[in-house]
């Protein structure tokens, strides 16, 4: 007999350089995976918290940059999220709340490198773990840093078998690229 995890895949964007807007959206889908798929499992996109800057320059020419993309690329950067930081307490909040273990694509940012990051969040034990994209593609090499082999988490983690109640132990793991 199969064993059965309630997962959602959440197919959204984020509320451009608005964290605020973008958290309370990823509480309002988590809530919804919750109520109308009894999900146990939301993986949110590449991304998501921070904006994919699709079509963004930030003023880049090879050996120039541009007033206005240097005022672009301020307003990525304060969009982007430290870990941990008073965000990953709210995604935790949420995980915790719903009982839903998520996945969340996040612009991270530490010193003054941004990185296109993957959150791992549990409802009981909080954030544990995360994953940094190892190569960005193309011009995304412009604004994120290259992860490295020490952010690629296997986690092992137990759900509840959605028919028979019975507990499910899952290997997790992420990839990121479009």
């Known amino acids: 007999m199969p064993q059965i995890v309630r997962c959602s895949v959440v ?3 984020t ?15 988590t809530r919804l995976a919750k109520e109308r798929d009894n ?13 994919y800057p699709a079509k963004s320059t930030f003023g880049t020419v090879i050996g120039a940059r541009s007033r206005e993309g240097r005022d672009e690329f301020q307003r990525y950067h304060s969009s982007a999220i430290e870990i941990p930081s008073t965000v990953i307490s709210r995604i935790e ?7 839903v273990f998520l996945v969340v694509g996040v612009i991270e940012k530490e010193g003054g490198t941004c990185y296109c990051t993957i959150v791992f969040v549990h409802p009981r034990k909080g954030y ?13 090499r412009l604004i994120w840093g290259f992860g490295d082999g020490t952010t690629i988490p296997v986690l092992q ?8 109640q019975n507990e499910i132990i899952a290997k997790l793991s992420a990839t990121i690229c479009w």
């Open 39 to 51: 999900s146990q499992l939301a993986v949110f996109p590449e991304a998501f918290i921070g904006g």
């Open 128 to 140: 544990v773990g995360k994953h940094r994209k190892l190569m960005p593609t193309a011009a995304e």
């Open 93 to 99: 909040a949420v995980s915790r709340e719903t009982g």
């Open 157 to 164: 983690e137990s759900f509840v078998d959605g028919t028979t």
């Open 15 to 29: 509320a451009a350089y608005s964290l605020s807007d973008t958290l309370d959206k990823l509480e309002r889908l």
């Open 11 to 13: 197919q959204t964007c």
